[in-house]
């Protein structure tokens, strides 16, 4: 669901990315009031965790289409939603600058959709009154796949709103609407199943780390989650740099719709204004555009069709699963550490 700089017009991007920065600011100073210094290892390890995930496309059978796991949810039950959204946005500035996988133009929206929707929609307003303070394993997975579920659907009508605002012309609203929105349901289930299988996973590595919820913020952690860490840290590290190999060549559910309607999976962005100086920039800093050696893009990208997408073993793959897991984990949980080593002010006194 990464956007493109042109699906974008220049006011809607800048706007989207007014409205991210904002939510970082408020995220970041909730994150240093509010939550548990032992959470702030679990920023960085979970966050590389999802950038893997986020490179492993799925094929949505009968579609033609794939789809690619998101986090947003995955984050937000494990972190709570301040740290989760920060997470989140470390994953995609990793992915957009280094990667160029979505536009820096798009990047404020790309957050959006995928971080604050989830993060400050979903997760308060649908998993946790769905799952309950202390809710029960079941309550707890129905809400998780529920929640992941709805996450990917706000998402994908955020892409529809962002870009009928910015008059892509090619994309009229209905038919975008109609294209997006169901191939996005087929991901979100399989989203909800990932979410809920992770979620397991931790829980049975840190029983504790979900039973203790309390009703607001945070999750509470009774000590560093070690475990749950070093699981996390390894699915990381198989997932970014082997299970990638696996990849569907089918376009994600965002290129798919946009084929339906204009036969291109891609439209063109002006060469010029504020598009070309994101493109440019992004030129100039991503190092493994598309997560693969430059030189050898086409030649890999063939490989892959020609294999069937069942597998195609490839070093600039797990090269750049293993540094963009390094990387995600190395900015979110330095942001976590820095923000808990501010000083805070001075609580002002009560009467």
């Known amino acids: 669901m990464h956007m493109a700089d042109a699906l974008l017009s220049p006011e809607v991007g800048g706007a989207m990315w007014l409205a991210t920065g904002a939510t970082i600011a408020v995220a970041s100073r909730k994150l240093k009031r509010d939550t548990d210094h032992r959470h702030i290892p679990l920023m960085g390890v979970v966050g590389a965790f999802v950038f893997a995930a986020q490179m492993v496309n799925f094929t949505i059978p009968g579609t033609g289409s794939s789809g690619h796991f998101a986090g947003g949810m995955l984050l937000a039950i494990l972190l709570g939603p301040h740290a989760a959204f920060l997470s989140m946005a470390s994953v995609l500035v990793v992915q957009g600058l280094f990667f160029a996988d979505g536009g820096l ?16 929609i979903v997760y308060p307003l649908l998993y946790r009154p769905l799952a309950g303070g202390r809710a029960d394993p079941g309550r707890r997975r129905v809400a998780a796949w529920l929640g992941a579920v709805m996450a990917l659907q706000l998402g994908a009508l955020g892409v529809v709103l962002e870009t009928r605002a910015s008059g892509i012309a090619e994309l009229p609203l209905f038919a975008f609407l109609a294209a997006m929105q169901p191939i996005h349901l087929a991901i979100g289930i399989v989203e909800g199943l990932i979410t809920v299988a992770v979620i397991e996973f931790v829980t049975r590595a840190e029983p504790g780390m979900l039973a ?7 999750p509470s952690v009774p000590g560093f989650p070690k ?51 994101a493109a440019r920039i992004q030129e100039s800093v991503a190092f493994l555009p598309d997560y693969a ?36 984990l190395l900015i979110a949980g330095f942001a976590g550490w820095a923000l808990r080593r501010r000083p805070s002010s001075p609580a002002s006194p009560t009467s």
Do not use: K
């Open 212 to 218: 203790a919820l309390p009703p607001a913020a945070a």
């Open 105 to 120: 133009l798009a990047m404020g929206a790309n957050i959006f959709n995928m971080g604050f929707l989830p993060c400050y």
């Open 227 to 277: 475990r749950a860490l070093a699981g996390l840290a390894i699915l990381a590290v198989v997932v970014g740099g082997f299970i990638s190999w696996l990849a569907s060549a089918h376009p994600d559910g965002l290129e798919w719709s946009i084929a339906r309607l204009t036969g291109e999976a891609e439209l063109s962005a002006p060469q010029d204004g504020p598009h070309g100086l």
């Open 293 to 328: 050696f430059p030189a050898a893009g086409t030649a890999e990208t063939t490989a892959q069709e020609d294999s069937g997408g069942w597998i195609a073993p490839d070093a600039g793959t797990t090269v750049s699963g293993l540094l963009g897991g390094g990387l995600t």
